[in-house]
């Protein structure tokens, strides 16, 4: 009688620059419900994929919050909805860009990170800016390894990561 493996499977989903806001934005009808629209079909495509039997990473690409909150209730609000995603998924990513580092004040993605794993960014960070969370949410790595495949995080104002020979590399910019 053969033995049959059966191979995990991972699935990995890049977000693009979210720019989550409470902020009404001229240019747009409703901000708002295209932020809403947006996280519910997150929700839906994790469950979806959750139900086929895969493991869900999510690695937001950068610029997660458009800018600061000043609203309690609506910083608390996107906070909750990040500790929710996250229970959700196998692991959250962020990629750093150029908000997260310009909008330091009363941005809640500080709150979503209890450390900063990688190098790189550790290596350009200054001493206004630092992880506030209780847990970590989001995780902030310089690379993640899965098999024969590394991703690589080339946060914004940080130098590029070069490949890992031998492997497949897959490189994820937010850079100028």
Known sequence: MGRYYTMEKHAYLLISDLHDSYKKKENRYSYEDEIRFVKKKLISVIQDLSGKGHKVFLIFMGDVFDTGYRDVFSSTIANNFFIFLRGMC???????????????????????????????????????????????????????????????FNHYGTRLSKPVSGKVNIALYHQD
Not at 104 to 121: A, D, F, M, R
Request: net charge negative.
């Open 90 to 152: 196998d692991g959250m990513y962020l990629l750093f860009g150029n908000h997260e580092l310009t909008y330091y004040s009363g941005n809640p993605i500080y709150t979503l990170i209890q450390n900063i794993e990688s190098e790189k960014v550790r290596g350009i960070q200054n001493k206004m800016w630092k992880p506030q969370g209780l847990f970590q949410t989001f995780s902030v790595v310089d690379q993640i390894t899965d098999g024969d495949t590394v991703i690589h």
